[in-house]
């Protein structure tokens, strides 16, 4: 089981050896640092089994709107649902600052990603052309809608409960 706690800065030399590890035009140390500086409006949090580092993810809140500004897995942790959990800690934070959707990009040649979200309830609803330029692919913008909903807290408790 996995734990979410508020990334530090003490974090960001484990968060960067993931943050290269995963993607193709990774953040830089001081875009996380200014991020991490911003008191309200974001929420960075790592996941810990035990005391290792396996997982991150950072939100920006704006009205009722969560964005998943990144979400990343350790390589050596991916397909054990960390990222099951990481979300379902992501969904819970944006419900307890009372938002009623989350949007996200995720590169269109991620299909294990999309399958991810798409279990959360997400749906593509437009494309970002060359979003990760350095690569030259394009980006799914996906939605999750209505995450306030009785039907929704169904749908978190159907997956906690497999992911248990």
């Known amino acids: 089981m996995i734990e979410l706690v508020r990334m530090r800065r003490r974090d ?11 993607f193709p035009e990774p953040w830089s140390h001081a ?16 996941a810990r089994e035990g005391r290792e580092m396996v997982g991150y993810i950072g ?3 704006v009205d009722e709107e969560a964005h998943v500004t990144t979400v990343a897995v350790a390589p050596e942790h991916q397909g054990r649902g960390i990222g099951t959990q990481i ?4 969904m819970r934070i944006a419900l307890e600052h009372g938002c009623r959707q989350v949007s996200l990009e995720v590169a269109v040649g ?11 309830g997400f749906v593509p609803v437009g494309v970002r052309k060359n979003y990760y330029q350095l690569i030259g692919e394009d980006a799914y913008v996906m939605w999750a809608h209505d ?15 497999g992911a248990a």
Do not use: C, H, W
Not at 36 to 43: E, F, Q, S
Not at 147 to 161: E, F, G, K, M, V
């Open 12 to 22: 960001l030399r484990k968060v960067m050896v993931v943050e290269q590890q995963v």
């Open 59 to 61: 939100l920006m809140f």
């Open 147 to 161: 995450i306030d909903q009785p039907a929704y807290a169904a749908r978190l408790a159907s997956i906690a409960q």
């Open 31 to 46: 875009v996380f640092v200014s991020e991490l500086a911003l008191r309200t409006g974001r929420d960075y949090r790592v």
């Open 87 to 90: 979300m379902l800690g992501a």
């Open 110 to 120: 991620n299909a294990r990603a999309q399958a991810l979200y798409r279990r959360f």
